[in-house]
């Protein structure tokens, strides 16, 4: 190891401890390791390095450390810590533990927050909801404010959950002084006003009231000035109006239309008048010639966790935010204009804002990019803004001059919200103490009469009914409600929340004082009095909270009182849990693996396969996904072997462009019923928009069509037979997964031309029959083949046939391919015509499309693998066999070693001029175990291993992926061996999966059986009319109120095809399924839901 050799490098020093110790960390920890580069300071001097849990302490005792402060998270290497102090016989330093801060309405974890980024539910990992350091920081987060609150702050040993308001009010405290002011008014709901006698001219005025070291900014003065409607509905005719930064104007005159609304006001100025005290104060913007207007578009946000505080087994994802993120149009002065990225101001009774985007012309096109501001906390609690315009509450009684100034105070918006908030909180505790006291009635009336007073109070300023805080966000819930919840909750106020922090540090500190006076056996009477004062400390914070006392190592809090029944559950269940962790000596369990059950969570699992099994990479643009190449490979196969089958048929390829032109998708759109073409659409070339959008193909007919009727002249040009291997981009849902539904995927589109009806039906069900071996012979997957519903048929065509897969895990049917004949109607339409050679008329081409997507894999994916990984049919895997060499330990001579990777070599050379993909895995950083389970994961069908042993006996030992079966099979018969039992494989997934289908196939004729069918995860035959009305009653009538697993509402059944093979004959007097249904059933049609 000194020597940094190859051997060395091998090896490490552990310190053997106790094998049984219930804590990992006590049994064999590696102490040092060879580490063959070269240090930052050192150099090349030394190689073998100790590992810091080896090496903290004794650097700890040696440099003379007396506290080591570590926090929580270490606390299972403390026992580590101390043990390799007292075998050193070192000086033992006294370990300080402290935990980390929690922040309601939020998830810190790096893998929750990765799946919101993923999710596209926040713009990235700097958007201004994480809390992220460049998260907040874009927010409005300033590094000194940051500083302070840390300082301020301190340690605790206690699980600290936090309101982001405390955070916030430290950064005000840094950026009140120095942010310059400025005006902008919300862009909707402007009202002119006319200035009488007044010349347009521009002001100097203090750019911060209290700091001229901020300089000054320009205010002109017009006779046109814009203020808010919310501001000029407070007007009275014959009274002052303080403009901000102007002076008094007197209204002269208030010009409203028939429903009431302000048009337009009239004043003159006033400026004489200094009275302010009580007088309304407003912003405002002049319009002037030689000034424009700043056009702002600012962005306010909420949480993304609508919770305060998530208990330790609920799911983030069940409480997302919803209109987290509100954009409101402004327009502001000019000056801001020449705010930079990063520039923090405050907009007069609008807030702190930060430029996010600097406003910026360009000089070619006079084109402007709006300045775009974000809003910064101020440590307030205030609403969201879930409207055009931000929350700020001036609806007031009319003439009620002080309170109108109360709510339009030009600094620091929802201050007198927060003071008469907190008014009613303390009545609150007032109306308690009475009532706990037994005072007298006449006191409890007039103390609860209070009470209610503020309350109105409340209301009239905000529009809301009064709720207590919790967690930091205010509710709006209705009078009852919210009286209901006070009677059964303490109530928790930002003082009283304080003075239990304070309670709780000092409660701590009171336990760790118990328990070391008892470690070190003092006295009783010392221990009784310790005991003593934290039992009173636990009754204060019980008096302050409501709740009971919980120590830092406890469970996360929820934000709902746990029953006692439940707390005294839970206190039975802990020593069954830690009995079972001292039992066992398995080691932690790594994420390499999936981590959610198909049959528990399928939307989290069938992420993790396609993840984890190197499928697919996400990407930045929502719907749209990156194809590994596991995945790729699948795709090509399929392709190679469809391709060489239409070719067959006499299938030729083409290309065609990837854009239409927007006239020639709207023809297709007016021509055909029920077809609205959701697209993408190019609209510009640079900065240069152009004449006419463009489309993105979602399907080629329109571009394909137009070339056919220039090629057909004659009966002689058909057929047409033309294929095409592309792309296409489809705009059209909500709840994109990866292969199921995308913006964007990969298929082939064929598209025929033929003389004959006759010819083109021929040509459908062959291509169809294509389709149903894809899935069987390929992917091992059995289907439904069968015809569409008129409901559910291509539109435009006449008839449409289908091959339907079924997802056992979901219940779901899922559209495997399809082939279209489209009769004449496009042909009629892009004039595809010819002369017909018997009657000599004009006539029009019969015409079929059909297409197979990449929705194949995850079809493949979704019926196939399990909860350990992918399971790759043997047909399509990228590596149908993987060897492995096993057995090489320190001892293995390297001519041993030589001789058996030569072996899985050579192995792997016959396997491939057999015609088996194969490979080896000689990776040396790896063991044999972890390499079992990463080809397992990757869902490679067969694992074959290779040891010094099956060396000797001229053998090898085959895995299979699907069912784990291990076989002992002879190195002569390799290449026979091998290729056989990737058909057995194959031959077996595929029953499998039939088995799933046949036992999910139900047939139903009543309404009833109907639906306890579908909610058992089955798809349904049952008798059917055919009408579009009827069909459209079914899928309503048989929906439920319970999620689906993309997230999306549950559905109803939907047909999924016609089968051609019918369960039985219609009987004469049966009936359609739908119990108000009296036309007559035409076929047995396969129900269920659907993908």
């Not at 016989?89 to 006294?94: A, M, N, V, W």
């Not at 922090?501 to 009171?510: G, L, P, Q, S, V």
Request: with cysteine; charged share 30%; hydrophobic share 35%.
């Amino acid at each position: 190891m000194k020597k940094g050799s190859p051997a060395g490098q091998k090896c490490c020093v552990r310190a053997k401890i106790d094998m049984d110790s219930p804590n990992g960390c006590m049994r064999d920890p590696t102490i040092y390791r060879c580490k063959n580069e070269a240090h930052p300071r050192t150099g090349t001097k030394y190689i073998v390095y100790p590992t810091y849990d080896f090496a903290c302490p004794i650097v700890d005792s040696i440099e003379g450390v007396t506290h080591a402060l570590r926090t929580t998270e270490y606390h299972d290497r403390d026992a580590q810590y101390y043990w390799f102090i007292d075998a050193l016989g070192l000086r033992k330093p006294y370990i300080y533990s402290y935990s980390r801060l929690n922040l309601t309405n939020t998830v810190l974890s790096k893998r929750k927050l990765t799946w919101f980024v993923e999710q596209k539910l926040v713009d990235g990992w700097d958007d201004p909801r994480f809390p992220t350091v460049r998260g907040v920081l874009r927010r409005g987060m300033t590094v000194e404010g940051l500083k302070q609150f840390i300082v301020a702050q301190g340690s605790s040993r206690s699980v600290v959950m936090m309101e982001w308001d405390k955070i916030w009010s430290f950064n005000r405290k840094v950026i009140d002084p120095i942010a310059p002011r400025h005006t902008a008014l919300t862009k909707v709901n402007l009202v002119v006003v006319n200035v009488d006698n007044i010349a347009e001219e521009c002001l100097q005025v203090a750019a911060h009231p209290k700091n001229p070291e901020v300089g000054s900014r320009n205010v002109w003065l017009s006779r046109k000035v814009w203020v808010e409607k919310s501001d000029a509905v407070l007007f009275k005719e014959g009274e002052n109006i303080t403009f901000i930064n102007w002076g008094n104007l007197k209204v002269l005159k208030i010009l409203k239309d028939a429903s009431g609304e302000v048009m337009s006001v009239d004043v003159s100025p006033n400026l004489g008048d200094k009275d302010y005290k009580n007088t309304i104060k407003i912003t405002w913007l002049a319009e002037v010639k030689n000034s424009s207007f700043t056009p702002i578009i600012s962005h306010y946000f909420d949480h993304i966790i609508s919770k305060s505080v998530l208990g330790k087994d609920e799911d983030f994802k069940q409480y997302i935010g919803q209109d987290t993120k509100v954009s409101v149009e402004m327009i502001g002065d000019e000056d801001l204009k020449t705010l930079k990225k990063g520039d923090i101001i405050q907009l007069q009774r609008k807030g702190f804002f930060i430029c996010d985007v600097p406003f910026s012309q360009k000089c070619t096109t006079n084109e402007e990019q709006p300045l775009v501001l974000n809003s910064i906390p101020d440590g307030h609690t205030k609403e969201m803004p879930t409207a055009k315009l931000p929350k700020v509450k001036t609806q007031v009684a009319a003439g009620d001059n002080k309170k109108s100034e109360a709510v339009i105070k030009s600094e620091g918006v929802g201050v007198e919200e927060h003071e008469i908030r907190a008014k009613v909180d303390d009545a609150g505790i007032s109306v308690r103490n009475l009532k706990s006291t037994k005072a007298s009635k006449s006191e409890i009336d007039a103390a609860v009469k209070v009470l209610l007073e503020l309350k109105k109070q409340f209301k009239d300023l905000t529009g809301n009914e009064y709720q207590a805080i919790s967690g930091g966000k205010q509710s709006i819930v209705s009078k009852e409600k919210v009286e209901s919840k006070t009677a059964q909750q303490p109530l928790k106020t930002s003082r009283n929340m304080g003075a239990a922090e304070d309670i709780r540090t000092k409660t701590d500190e009171a336990g760790s004082k118990v328990r070391l006076l008892k470690s070190a056996k003092a006295s009783k009477a010392d221990i009784e009095a310790a005991v003593k004062l934290l039992l009173d400390l636990k009754k204060q914070y019980k008096e302050m909270t409501g709740e009971d006392y919980q120590a830092a190592t406890a469970p996360a809090i929820s934000d709902q009182p746990v029953p006692k029944k439940d707390r005294e559950n839970k206190k039975q269940q802990v020593p069954k849990v830690q009995e079972v962790s001292s039992n066992t000596n398995l080691k932690k369990q790594t994420r390499l693996g999936l981590e959610a059950k198909k049959n528990e969570d399928l939307p989290e699992w069938y992420s993790q396969v396609i993840t984890k099994g190197e499928m697919i990479e996400y990407y930045d643009v929502s719907g749209c996904y990156i194809l590994r190449p596991w995945s790729y490979s699948i795709w090509e196969t399929l392709r190679d072997w469809f391709d060489k089958e239409i070719k067959k048929l006499g299938v030729k390829n083409a290309y065609f462009p990837i854009f239409v032109s927007h006239s020639a998708l709207e023809k297709e759109k007016n021509h055909i019923a029920d077809f609205a073409p959701e697209v993408a659409w190019v609209t510009k070339s640079g900065d240069t928009t152009l004449a006419e959008p463009v489309a993105i193909r979602p399907t080629s007919e329109t571009i394909m069509y137009p070339a056919y009727a220039k090629w057909v002249q004659s009966y002689r040009d058909l057929p047409i037979k033309l294929n095409q291997w592309n792309n296409v981009v489809r705009w059209e849902f909500k709840h994109p997964q990866p292969f199921l539904r995308t913006r964007e995927f990969l298929w082939q589109e064929g598209h025929t031309a033929f003389a004959t009806y006759e010819e083109a039906e021929v040509e459908v069900y062959q291509i169809l029959d294509l389709y149903e071996k894809v899935y069987s012979e390929l992917l091992a997957i059995p289907v439904i083949p069968g015809r569409k519903t008129e409901k559910e048929k291509f539109p435009g065509g006449d008839f449409t046939t289908t091959v339907e897969a079924f997802i056992s895990a979901s219940g779901r049917g899922l559209q495997g391919a399809t082939s279209h004949h489209l009769g004449q109607n496009f042909s009629k339409m892009f004039e595809i015509a010819f002369d017909d050679p018997e009657t000599k008329l004009k006539k029009f081409a019969y015409q079929n499309s059909w297409g197979l997507s990449t929705r194949t894999i995850g079809a493949m994916v979704m019926v196939h693998s399990d909860d350990q990984g992918l399971v790759l049919p043997p047909r399509v895997a990228m590596v149908q066999a993987i060897i492995i060499p096993c057995g090489i330990t320190v001892t293995t001579s390297e001519v041993e070693k030589k001789a058996l990777l030569d072996v899985c070599q050579t192995c792997a050379k016959e396997l491939v001029d057999a015609g088996v993909r194969a490979e080896t895995d000689l990776r040396d950083n790896y063991s044999p175990g972890w390499k079992f389970n990463d080809w397992e994961l990757k869902g490679v069908p067969i694992r074959i291993e290779i040891g010094p042993r099956d060396l000797k006996e001229n053998q090898y030992v085959a895995v299979r992926r699907d069912n784990g079966v291990k076989s002992t099979l002879k190195y002569l018969t390799l290449k026979e061996d091998i290729p056989k039992l990737l058909n057995e494989i194959h031959n077996s997934m595929f029953q499998k999966a039939k088995s799933e289908l046949d036992s999910h196939i139900t047939v139903a004729e009543d309404w009833k059986t109907f639906c306890t069918d579908l909610d058992k995860k089955n798809i349904i035959m049952s008798p059917f009319c055919g009408a579009i009305p009827c069909e459209e009653r079914i899928k309503k009538d048989s929906s439920k109120d319970e999620p689906s697993d993309s997230g999306a509402p549950a559905m109803g059944a939907k047909s999924l095809c016609i089968p051609f093979k019918q369960p039985k004959d219609i009987h004469t007097n049966a009936k359609c399924i739908h119990p108000s249904c009296t036309e007559k059933p035409i076929k047995y049609t396969l129900f269920g839901r659907s993908y």
